[in-house]
C-alpha cells in the first residue's frame, strides 16, 4: 500500500542545537518526496529553547507541538505521538519515531517507505545489520548494545529482529491502532529507555510483519551527552525481559 502520508515524532529533551539542524532536513525530504509530512514534537519539559525553535518552524513546515512543562522520560514522548498519529492518522499512514540528537539521518526515511510499501506493518533502522554504520560511538554504547541483542535474542527470540532497543522506527498507523485496541493506554507504560522495547513485544503480539534496515548512527553530530545510562539501562532491562517473558509477549 503507498505511504502519503508520513507523521515523524521526535522526543526533545532539551535539544536546541540539534532540532534546527535536524527540523531542516526533514524540510528538504518533504519537498524532495513529495509526501506528505507532519512533524510532531514532543518537548519533554526542556529548560532550553526546545519549544521556542520548534514553534518558530511552525510557520516554515507542518509542525505539531506536543508536551507538557515537566520531564516525563521517552515513554511519555512516546506514548504521547503513539496516540497522536493513531487519533489523527489513518490505518495506512505511517509514523516515524527518531532521535531528535541529529545521530539519525532523516534520509533514511524513504529507505524504510519502500519496505512499508512492500507489505511491511513495522520497520527497524537496526545497527546489526549488514551495511549498518555508526561513526563515534563509545565501546560502552557499543559493548551495552550488543548485549542487550543477545538478552533478547535468547529470552524474546523474534523473527527478523535483531534491534530491540533502537529507537528509529517506523508503524504503520493501522498497527498502532490496533495495539491501543489490544492493550489500551498500557500499549507504552515504561517510563524510560526501554519503552521502545515493550512497544516492539507488545505490537508483536498482533503478528505484524517486521523487517529491518542497516542503521546509519552519526554520534559526531550529537552536541550533547547521551542520556542514556547504560548500567541501570540493562538492570532494568533485564528485570523487564523476565516479566514480558511471564507475560507472553514475545
Same mark, same amino acid.
Given at each position: 500500500?503507498?505511504?502519503?502520508?508520513?507523521? $515523524? %515524532? #521526535?522526543? *526533545?529533551?532539551? =535539544? =536546541?542545537?540539534? #532540532?534546527?539542524?535536524? &527540523?531542516? !532536513?526533514? *524540510?528538504g525530504l518533504r519537498e524532495a518526496s513529495g509526501l506528505e509530512i507532519t512533524t510532531l514534537v514532543y518537548n519533554d519539559g526542556s529548560t532550553d529553547r526546545t519549544a521556542e525553535i520548534a514553534r518558530d518552524w511552525q510557520a516554515r513546515m507542518p509542525l505539531v507541538l506536543l508536551g507538557t512543562a515537566a520531564n516525563g522520560g521517552l515513554g511519555a514522548g512516546l506514548r504521547a505521538l503513539v496516540r497522536h498519529a493513531c487519533d489523527n492518522g489513518a490505518p495506512d499512514d505511517v509514523l516515524v519515531v527518531m532521535d531528535c540528537d541529529d545521530s539519525h539521518d532523516p534520509s533514511q526515511i524513504p529507505q524504510i517507505i519502500a519496505r512499508l510499501e512492500s507489505g511491511d506493518d513495522l520497520v527497524i533502522a537496526s545497527r546489526f545489520r549488514r551495511g549498518a554504520s555508526a561513526v563515534r560511538v563509545p565501546a560502552l554504547r557499543h559493548v551495552t548494545a550488543y548485549g542487550a541483542m543477545i538478552l533478547f535474542k535468547t529470552i524474546h527470540p523474534l523473527r527478523s529482529v535483531l534491534d530491540y532497543t533502537c529507537g528509529y522506527r517506523a508503524y504503520r498507523v493501522g498497527l498502532l491502532q490496533r495495539g491501543l485496541q489490544v492493550f489500551g493506554p498500557s500499549l507504552v507504560s515504561e517510563p524510560g529507555f526501554s519503552c521502545m522495547a515493550e512497544l516492539l513485544l507488545k505490537l508483536n503480539r498482533l503478528k505484524p510483519r517486521i523487517s529491518e534496515?542497516?542503521?546509519? &548512527?552519526?554520534?559526531? #553530530? !550529537?552536541?550533547?551527552?547521551?542520556?542514556? =545510562?547504560? %548500567?541501570?539501562? $540493562?538492570?532494568? &532491562? #533485564?528485570? &523487564?525481559?523476565?516479566?514480558?517473558? *511471564?507475560? /507472553?509477549? /514475545?
Open positions: 500500500m503507498p505511504v502519503r502520508n508520513l507523521f $515523524i %515524532g #521526535l522526543p *526533545a529533551f532539551n =535539544e =536546541e542545537i540539534a #532540532l534546527p539542524r535536524l &527540523l531542516g !532536513k526533514i *524540510a534496515v542497516p542503521l546509519m &548512527l552519526r554520534y559526531d #553530530l !550529537k552536541p550533547t551527552a547521551s542520556k542514556v =545510562e547504560p %548500567g541501570r539501562y $540493562i538492570t532494568r &532491562l #533485564l528485570w &523487564l525481559m523476565v516479566k514480558w517473558r *511471564a507475560r /507472553g509477549f /514475545g
